[in-house]
T-cell receptor
Framework: QKEVEQDPGPLSVPEGAIVSLNCTYS??????FMWYRQYSRKGPELLMY????GNKEDGRFTAQVDKSSKYISLFIRDSQPSDSATYLC?????????????FGQGTILTVHP | ETGVTQTPRHLVMGMTNKKSLKCEQH?????MYWYKQSAKKPLELMFV???????ENNSVPSRFSPECPNSSHLFLHLHTLQPEDSALYLC????????????FGPGTRLLVL
């Protein structure tokens, strides 16, 4: 079983739609949760970073963590064509002198005008 | 130059060649990482240099050899690669703690013929 499961999509939505991206994980030691966005021909860039269960909002983006269910989500409101990218969830257990990230497979999102 | 840079951006090599990938970070970080990104697979951490300590993924073949001469520069030396090594190789940097954000370069797209 993979430590982090993420539906690879692809996901295609019309402009203005609400997008829901999800990851599940099996390792209860994961304490820190991230969403990265990766545009074509670019490296991943951090979008959201959360620690505790609950919601964190940043503009049109909301990250949700449910540690009891081992489930994290990223919601994108009023999606735009510029949101078209691959979205990667990532997790850390902590306790190391470096960032030992475990990534999901990534979900390819296309927002069409 | 700002952020994390990588050269070359694209590389085609035969199985008997030797080549090197270069990464440079301009963020004052003291940890650097090499990742492999293959189609339909999660990002795979290959090597980490954190505070001059090297950490490696034991599943990485010996035909990949990292070098970190100082905290700003990182190399990945390649020799006698296989076609299945074709992938996007990403460099990242962060402060040397478990939870600091990692900043990625644009990657080197490698094709092994």
């Amino acid at each position: 079983q993979k430590e982090v499961e993420q539906d690879p999509g692809p996901l295609s939505v019309p402009e203005g739609a609400i997008v829901s991206l999800n990851c599940t994980y099996s390792n209860s030691a994961f304490q820190y949760f991230m969403w990265y966005r990766q545009y074509s021909r670019k490296g991943p860039e951090l979008l959201m970073y959360t620690y505790s269960s609950g919601n964190k909002e940043d503009g049109r983006f909301t990250a949700q963590v449910d540690k009891s269910s081992k489930y994290i989500s990223l919601f994108i409101r009023d999606s735009q064509p510029s949101d078209s990218a691959t979205y990667l969830c990532a997790m850390i257990t902590g306790g190391t002198s470096y960032g030992k990230l475990t990534f999901g497979q990534g979900t390819i999102l296309t927002v069409h005008p | 130059e700002t952020g994390v840079t990588q050269t070359p951006r694209h590389l085609v090599m035969g199985m008997t060649n030797k080549k090197s990938l270069k990464c440079e970070q301009h963020l004052g970080h003291n940890a650097m990482y090499w990742y492999k990104q293959s189609a339909k697979k999660p990002l795979e951490l290959m090597f980490v240099y954190s505070l001059e300590e090297r950490v490696e993924n034991n599943s990485v073949p010996s035909r990949f050899s990292p070098e970190c001469p100082n905290s700003s520069h990182l190399f990945l030396h390649l020799h006698t690669l296989q076609p299945e090594d074709s992938a996007l190789y990403l460099c990242a940097s962060s402060q040397a703690t478990a939870t600091e954000t990692q900043y990625f370069g644009p990657g080197t797209r490698l094709l092994v013929l």
